[in-house]
């Protein structure tokens, strides 16, 4: 702001020039303003409209950088950062821009559909240097409380700030409390007008301007941010000033800035950096920029696709919050960068536009430039685009197109195949035989299509051979008779032949001929036409005519040139021409018995396109068929198909496999509108898909990956439900009975489902279905093939269920005409493909809301269940292999007959449950359903019992009313009376919640004002009419009169009695929570999360404790969307920010987390692996041939002094050529639960020596525990919080403790501890973070362990002060026993730490004074020193040399201090049981933990039986053990117990126990009763 530009005025002014100024002069010229700087509106309002813009995304930009160092993960604004709206006040006009930064230097401003681009650089010295058109500016800016001052080029324009204070709207949402005016009543300026509510809060809202106060509002009234509250007719209207808004054009040329010589190139990289550019018309100009050279424009091509993969390729794997996290690690000195891939990213759908240009402009470079061979660099990296299919739909276009190009460029160029076809044509032998077997050739199926190649050959025999091998390959479902070749109308090359199809005997599948004509173009076509019919009339009356009245032949005509026209969009036309064409002689058609029509046209090098002609369609172009083989139809049987179905074709890999999507022609009911099916079709010409079980996995395998690409397809719902169908033409060469071909399918399909059961899930397939043919059981060629279909099918509710039917054909097509059962009892006619039924379209909801349907539970348990018993089975059988136990198996156990029952749990007449054998899917009333399952586990071949109750979400959303509230407790009751493990599947909505909505349209309202409704209402009523028909107790209120009408004023809405719409939902919600408490005291409760779990849903899983959470499973209490309502902006992106994995994995609540639900289910069967069989069962050892890892084993790993993992002594680890390395546990054994939590402590569930344990170990290392930030609230920052190894901190306490309760609660487990732990952290932070209340915890739950507690100390660990006292064995001495390594130390500090309170470095010094010879010496030369100099030279040298020895004299106290901590003096002072070396320990804690658990089962009955203490019960059955076992040797002891010996002395024992106690209780009584001691003894004899 300086004067300099004015006064430049003022010089050149003639009076001053003349120097005949005066002060009246200069007061003349500033009234009139005379003296200006002359600046074009439009470059003020540019330079004003730029200098905003480059601010604003300035600081969005450092604010997106800020909330990522803060790790605030989620950025909403990156999407918009570079788009701000702008606009300029100037001289009464107001100029709305829309600018947009599309470079990091330039901008795009829009403005009433203009356009214009300007590039801003920021310059040192703080100013921008502003080019647009030719115009270039400096411009310095500054914003002020009045509006924006700048000076462009010295010149200074001032843009005011405008206001309109005649408006006053909200700044919060929420809702009006109250107006603290009347309407129409004075405010004044600084005074509140309004109360408003938000976020609970009571606020006022204060006048800017006074005036006359109009409210918009009522109270009550629900407000957001920006909402207009009231108005005000200003006291002062002057303070409002018009402004007119700019409509028209600025007055400037200023089009593109050119980015250099290639800026197609370089605008096409902006676009995949995230910025906004056109994508489609930059490709364009591509080619020309490049002058057409192919090598350059590939190389131009590649470089844009990686630059997108770099991005893409970053965010394809796991949700933007965890990559987001992931990168601000690896980039946190530059989170620009982080900033600029999201940017990127969030712009996905426009760098995937320009992704698909670029691949199609790739696939036109055959045609465009020849020769080009594309250069393997660009095949690795579109590789790398089709592997993008993984991540979703999201890439699923561009992964297709690239997958297609490779494909594409992977295979032999075109003239290379022909010629190879050519020379195998050549060498065909003379005949059918030689036809037949070229046919049959796989390589041939590839290259079907260029056959239609070598029609034209000039030589006949490779032309004629060509055909004849198109033919039989295309009719090797059926049978030729006959073939002969001549020359026809017009020089044409005819081959007329006979056929049959093969499914039926030769006395009922009639002869059929066909003609098969090569004819030179489209006029040669036209012209002989007639004359091809003709000529298949002489061949069909010279075959001897038929008596088959259908139409039965064939014409096939195939042209040797493409058509004249080569434009792509021209086929619609071509094909009406020619359906008019083939019309033309319907007649002659009909009268040749003429069934289809068929037009093969050439494209070379693309595919042959095909068009079909049917009698039954009158001859029309039929699109079903169109570009498909002429015999493909019938064999993929897509008229039945598509009798139900509007189908569409998608592109697939291969001709004889295809691919369609099809929607209901007639939607069951108005949900059902939108759903959909993809339909997976396959003509197979190998046996072996069926009889050989890996080919027909890779068929089914390869089925899967073509529904991959199916569900890729933008037309394809990601809800879509898919099937298979897989047609094997050729019969079973291995099979000729019926039943063998079902065993062989039920092997398949089992395999397939334990094996492929992830991919099944994941594209939804409902079924699979394959058709073989067995040979006739008489061989000839008179006799036909037998029929056979076999399906896996859900329709039934059970997930995948095989069935078989023998299949009747039809007489000419082959399709089927009929179903038999194959026990030849009962004949169904075909259907069509049925569309959605009631339980598809369930199936279909449930995956709609990311779960699977609760029926199909039960089968992928059974999936899991039988993977369980197939590597169990391998573990087995690798044992005995390495002959590491010793075991009498001669086979490895297999999986038991009848290894999963699911029995439903239905409510009876009398309320009680009831258990049905028989029951059908989807037939439940209400939104829960459960189950009672009897599973065969390797654990249990005998059988076990599960009670699984399941939300089903297809029912109101899987939402808790009153009669789901109570269906739930009489399941858990059911489970938890017995004992049994009750499993919980959480998908729902949390409790129902409604309106009575028979209601609405009946009631009315009394408005204050019915002139002015937003005044607001008095009350809601019913008409007295309508009150009559509300049945009784549905509502309550007064009936009044008012307003001359008599009408039922609402005081209260009840509802019916079935309605379950509110608050008896709460109580029923209260109801199922105190029983889930009670059943995690009572029996074992696991929880799985499949879905969103909401409110109640929630609460359920935490109070049953253990969880298991599929990742699509977010736990919450309130959504997303409602959050963001409440804070008045959108915060939150998703149900995951607020309960995913990533939040309830890390707090503790989530203690497993799965990919999918087949996954789930596995989980699910691994946990109860763990388990006994009901709650009352104590854990036994399984026989000695299931062990799999012997219990006498060394233990390999041994724990490191050094910080290191623990999982790998617990478990064991590979250690690659030096094979395995043993840990503690048994092999594979060992599963660690609670990972994300509280990583100080690692806890999990094992096996040793087969029997199921739980444990706890401690984490050496310094692990991180993370606190999220919040993005409600935006100066919150990510903690992240280092825990040093060996110490308790308040999470992995409270995780101890709450382990140590898991285990005792339901699992009944032995506990192993290996305590390594030197205190617990007692910082402010973990002091307040109620450290001293989890260590506490821990205490608590050892304190009412009931099961055998092994606490170790680890070679190289310690145990010292609060860490040992909370699991002091005195904590429990009836169940605890603490052990400790040779190699392990215990005390209340460590020995620096003692040293420095008990062995201090004066004390050091005396014992360096009576240890050291040298100090000895000085000691007695001071002592007879005789003069102060000398005594004062010898205390320097003793100061000297007690320095010297310090250092090791700290060392010798140390190690006098650790020699207090040895194994030996715990044993000594009785604090531990024994002192056990590492090697062995695995085989000496077994032994016992086998002792205690035979003990405790008798301690149990006898403690039981009565009159014992638990000492008392352990001293009796001390003294029955025989004298030569010894009370020390606990194998002994064990083997004694368990024996049948051992087992009559206990129950003796027991019995005896049982006898005393009711003896000494008959005695109680008679003496209480006052009867005599003679009388006593004869009662008791």
């Known amino acids: 702001r300086t004067a300099v530009d004015y006064l430049q005025q003022l010089l050149n002014k003639e009076e001053f020039i003349d120097n005949t100024i005066d002060t009246s002069w200069l007061d003349g010229l500033i009234k009139q303003k005379a003296v200006a700087v002359p600046v074009r509106q439009e470059d003020s309002v540019i330079a004003a409209a730029l200098f905003r813009a480059k601010k604003a995304v300035d600081a969005r930009s450092q604010s997106l950088q800020d909330s990522l160092e803060k790790g605030q993960l989620i950025l909403r604004d990156a999407q918009t950062m570079n788009t701000v709206p702008v606009e300029i006040t100037f001289k009464d006009t107001k100029f709305t821009f829309e600018v947009t930064r599309v470079a990091p230097d330039l901008f795009r401003l829009v403005i009433n559909g203009q356009t214009l681009e300007a590039r801003v650089r920021e310059q040192t010295d703080g100013s921008f240097l502003v080019e647009y058109g030719s115009r270039s500016s400096k411009v310095y ?40 005016q009347d309407d129409g009543s ?40 920006g909402d207009l509250l009231a108005t005000l007719q200003l006291k002062d209207p002057s303070r409002v000033k018009k402004i007119e808004p700019f409509t028209g054009q600025l007055n400037i040329e200023a089009g593109p800035i050119r980015l250099g010589d290639t800026d197609a190139l370089r605008r096409l990289e902006l676009v995949m950096d995230g910025y906004d550019h056109e994508p489609l018309s930059l490709v364009q100009r591509l080619t020309g920029e490049a002058g057409g050279d192919a090598e350059e424009i590939a190389q131009q091509i590649e470089g844009l696709l990686k630059r997108y993969l770099d991005v893409e390729e970053i965010f394809k ?38 992704v698909l240009s670029l691949l199609r402009l790739l696939s036109t470079f055959p045609d465009r430039f020849g020769t080009w061979v594309m250069p393997e660099s660009l095949k690795d990296v579109l590789a790398r685009l089709e592997a993008l299919n ?43 035989k030689g036809a037949e077997m070229v046919a049959m050739n796989s390589r041939v199926q590839a290259g079907v299509d260029l056959l239609a190649v070598l029609f034209s050959d000039s030589n006949a025999d490779i032309r004629n051979g060509a055909m004849e091998v198109y033919l039989r390959r295309v009719y090797r479902s059926s049978q030729i008779l006959s073939m002969r070749f001549f020359e026809g109308p017009g020089g044409a090359t005819v081959c007329a032949y006979t056929f049959r199809q093969k499914d039926l005997d030769a006395s009922e599948a009639p002869v059929r001929v066909g003609v098969f004509v090569l004819v030179e173009d489209e006029a040669a076509l036209e012209s002989d036409f007639g004359s091809i019919v003709e000529t298949l009339k002489k061949e069909v009356d010279a075959s001897g005519d038929s008596q088959e009245s259908s139409p039965l032949n064939v014409v096939h005509v195939a042209m ?123 003509v197979c010409n190998t046996p072996a898909a069926l009889s050989d079980l890996q080919t027909g996995v890779a068929f089914i395998s390869n089925a899967l990956d073509e529904l991959e690409r199916g569900f890729l397809d933008p037309q394809v719902q990601p809800t879509a439900s898919s099937s298979i169908f897989i047609n094997i033409i050729p019969p079973l060469d291995t099979v000729t009975e019926e039943g063998a071909a079902v065993e062989l399918f039920e092997d398949l399909i089992s395999h397939v489902r334990r094996e492929l059961s992830a991919r099944l899930l994941k594209l939804r397939v409902d079924q699979i279905e394959f058709k073989v043919r067995i040979p006739p059981e008489g061989y000839g060629e008179d006799k036909g093939n037998r029929v056979i279909r076999l399906s896996a099918s859900s329709a039934t509710g059970r997930w995948l269920d095989t069935d078989a039917v023998r299949e009747l054909p039809d007489r000419i097509t082959a399709e089927p005409r009929q179903f038999v059962a194959l ?38 348990l059974e999936v899991s269940l039988s993977r369980t018993w197939s590597e169990f089975s391998q573990r087995v059988r690798n044992a005995q292999e390495e002959a590491s136990v010793e075991t009498s198996l001669v086979n490895p156990p297999t999986m038991p007959d009848e290894s999963f029952q699911a029995y439903l749990l239905e409510e009876g007449s009398d309320g009680q449950l009831e258990i049905v054998e028989d029951w059908n899917a989807a037939a439940n009333k209400i939104g829960m359903v459960a189950f009672l399952l009897r599973l065969k586990t ?37 489970a938890r009376e017995r004992g049994l493990p009750r499993i919980y599947l959480a998908c729902n909505s949390g409790a129902r919640i409604g309106l009575y909505e028979d209601l609405k349209p009946k009631f009315k309202v009394a408005w204050k004002d019915a002139s002015n409704p937003s005044l607001g209402y008095n009350y809601l009523y019913l008409t007295e009419e309508d009150a009559k028909g509300v049945p009784p107790g549905a509502i309550r209120g007064e009936m009044i009169t008012d307003e001359g009408e008599r009408r039922m004023r609402i005081d209260d809405i009840v509802g019916t009695e079935s309605l379950s719409i509110g608050v008896e939902n709460l109580q029923g919600s209260g109801l199922i929570a105190g029983e889930t408490s009670r059943a995690y005291e009572e029996t074992f409760t696991l929880s799985y999360v499949t879905g969103r779990s909401v409110g109640i849903g929630a609460y359920l899983v935490r109070l049953g404790q253990r969880t298991i959470q599929m990742q699509r499973g977010p736990l919450i209490l309130t959504g997303f969307q409602a959050l963001n309502k409440l804070l008045g902006r959108e915060v939150y992106v998703s149900q995951d920010q607020l309960g995913g994995p990533q939040i ?24 109860l692996s763990y388990t006994p069989k009901t709650f009352f069962d104590a854990h036994s050892p399984p026989p000695d041939g299931l062990v799999t890892d012997p219990v006498d084993r060394e233990v390999d790993v041994v724990p490191s002094s050094t910080p290191h993992d623990p999982r790998t002594w617990l478990g064991g680890v590979d250690m690659g050529e030096k094979g395995w390395q043993g840990g503690f546990f048994d092999r594979g054994t060992f599963k660690e639960y609670l990972s994300g939590w509280g990583k100080g402590v690692v806890v999990g569930r094992a096996k040793l020596g087969g029997i199921p344990v739980g444990c706890i170990a401690v984490e050496t290392r310094t692990v991180e525990a993370k606190v999220p930030a919040d993005p409600a609230n935006p100066d919150s920052r990510e903690a992240v919080l280092p825990q040093a190894g060996q110490v308790w901190f308040p999470d992995s306490a409270f995780k101890t403790a709450q382990a140590i309760e898991d285990f005792n609660k339901g699992e009944n487990l032995p506990l192993f501890i290996f305590a390594n732990w030197r205190g617990f952290s007692g910082g402010t932070r973990d002091m307040f973070g109620e450290i001293l209340k989890f260590g506490a915890m821990i205490v608590d739950a050892l304190r009412k362990y009931r099961h055998p507690v092994f606490v170790y100390i680890p070679p190289n660990g310690e145990l010292r002060g609060g860490a040992w006292v909370v699991i002091d064995p005195s904590i429990n001495p009836e169940k605890m026993e603490m052990y400790a390594d040779t190699e392990a130390r215990g005390g209340i500090l460590e020995p620096p730490g003692i040293c420095e309170i008990k062995f201090r470095s004066q004390e050091q010094i005396s014992l360096m004074h009576r240890l050291d010879p040298e100090l000895l010496e000085l000691d007695k030369e001071l002592e007879e020193c005789m003069t102060d100099s000398d005594a004062l030279g010898l205390k320097e040298k003793i100061r000297k040399r007690e320095r010297a020895l310090i250092p090791l004299y700290t060392s010798i106290a140390c190690g006098y201090a650790d020699l207090h901590d040895k194994a030996g003096r715990m044993k000594a002072k009785g604090v531990i049981r024994d002192a056990l070396e590492w090697k062995g320990a695995r085989s000496k804690l077994y032994w016992r933990m086998r002792r205690r658990l035979a003990e405790d089962r008798i301690v149990s009955e006898l403690v039981n039986a009565g009159g014992m203490s638990d000492a008392q019960a352990r001293h009796a059955i001390a003294n029955i053990l025989p004298a030569a076992t010894g009370s020390e040797d606990d194998k002994a002891v064990a083997g004694f117990l368990e024996s049948e010996g051992g087992r009559g002395a206990c129950t003796g024992l027991v019995e005896d126990s049982r006898r005393v106690h009711a003896k000494n209780q008959v005695r109680k009584i008679a003496q209480e009763s006052g009867l005599s001691a003679a009388d006593l003894n004869a009662l008791l004899g």
């Open 938 to 974: 390797p654990e249990y071949p005998e059988g076990r019992e599960v009670v699984m109750i399941a939300n089903d979400i297809t029912v109101q959303g899987g939402s808790f009313g009153v009669a789901e509230d109570q269906f739930f407790q009489k399941a858990s009751q059911f």
């Open 823 to 860: 026990s030849g009892e009962g004949t169904t006619s075909v259907s069509p493909y049925p569309e959605f039924d009631k339980i598809t379209m369930k199936r279909t909801a449930a995956r709609n809301a990311g779960s699977t349907y609760v029926y199909d539970f039960l089968g992928l």
């Open 390 to 432: 993984v991540a979703g739909r999201a890439y699923g276009r561009l992964a297709l197109q690239a997958g297609s190009l490779l494909r594409r460029a992977q295979t032999m160029p075109f003239q290379e195949r022909v010629e190879a076809l050519r020379q195998q044509l050549g060498a065909m032998e003379k005949g059918g």
């Open 141 to 180: 800016g500054r914003e002020e409380p009045l509006g924006l001052r700048m000076s462009i080029d010295g010149t200074t324009v001032f843009i005011p700030t405008v206001y309109d204070p005649s408006e006053l709207r909200s700044d919060v949402t929420g809702k009006v409390v109250r107006y603290l």
């Open 560 to 682: 040797l040139k493409p058509k004249k026209d080569d434009r792509d969009d021209g086929w619609e036309e071509y094909a009406q021409s020619m359906e008019k064409l083939v019309q033309s002689r319907t007649a002659e058609l009909c009268a040749a018995k003429t069934r289809t029509v068929n037009l093969m046209i050439p494209q070379t090098p693309r595919a042959t396109r095909y068009f079909s002609f049917l009698s039954k369609e009158d001859f029309t172009d039929s699109k079903l068929r169109r570009d498909m083989r002429p015999t493909f139809p019938p064999l993929l049987e897509l008229e039945r198909l598509s009798e139900n179905y509007s189908i569409s074709r998608l592109p697939a890999i291969t001709q004889n496999r295809q691919v369609y999507v099809g929607t209901p022609k007639t939607p069951p009911t108005k949900k059902a509108k939108g759903l959909q099916s993809i339909f997976v079709r396959e």
């Open 317 to 354: 794997d796991g949700p933007n919050d965890a990559v987001i996290s992931s990168l601000i690690r690896e980039n946190k000195s530059n989170l620009r960068k982080v900033l600029d891939l999201k940017v990127a990213h969030r712009q996905v759908d426009r760098r995937n536009q320009l």
């Open 1144 to 1167: 309830m994995h890390s707090n503790g609540v989530s203690h497993e987390v799965v990919q999918d639900d087949q996954e789930g289910m596995r989980a699910v069967l691994d946990w």
């Open 186 to 225: 004075e405010v004044k300026a600084g005074e509140p007008f309004v109360e408003v509510e938000a976020m609970k809060m009571i606020m006022s809202l204060k006048a800017g301007e006074s005036g006359r106060v109009t409210q918009t509002k009522s109270a009550g009234s629900v407000i957001q941010a």
